[in-house]
């Protein structure tokens, strides 16, 4: 019972939700579990990329796990869902690094748009130190 306990209390702080738009598809945790509008689940998560996100002192570098995976456009928001920056284009790619510095301590959350090789919006969550 303990176990189950704080297993629920960290893996609650710890969850990252990612979420695809447009294809009406969930990716759930770490992206094993996919879930469609209608229901239906296919149990792996690999047709779709995941987003990684990783400070490196005041740049942050976001990566899709999928190297055909493209994305041309970030949004960052705080928690209360208010927009920092929204809809800054990039050129395609699969990997980005982009600079943090006059952003206050907090956690935040920072949207990709997916072109290839679906389109989809991942959201994942990070702490800006």
Known sequence: MLKT??????????????????????LEGDGTKVKTSSGE???SGNSFPNLT??????????????????????SIYNTTGMA???NQNIRPT???SLDVSTM???????SVEVVTPANISITQQ???L
């Open 5 to 26: 306990v704080l297993f629920f209390l960290f893996g609650c702080s710890l969850y990252f939700a990612q979420t695809t738009a447009g294809s009406s598809a969930t």
């Open 41 to 43: 689940g296919s149990g």
């Open 53 to 74: 996100v990783v400070q490196d002192g005041s740049s942050l570098r976001l990566f899709l796990t999928r190297a055909e995976a493209k994305f041309n456009n970030y």
């Open 84 to 86: 920092i920056t929204e």
């Open 94 to 96: 699969n990997s980005y």
């Open 104 to 110: 206050k301590p907090g956690h935040y959350y920072i």
């Open 126 to 128: 990070f702490i800006k």
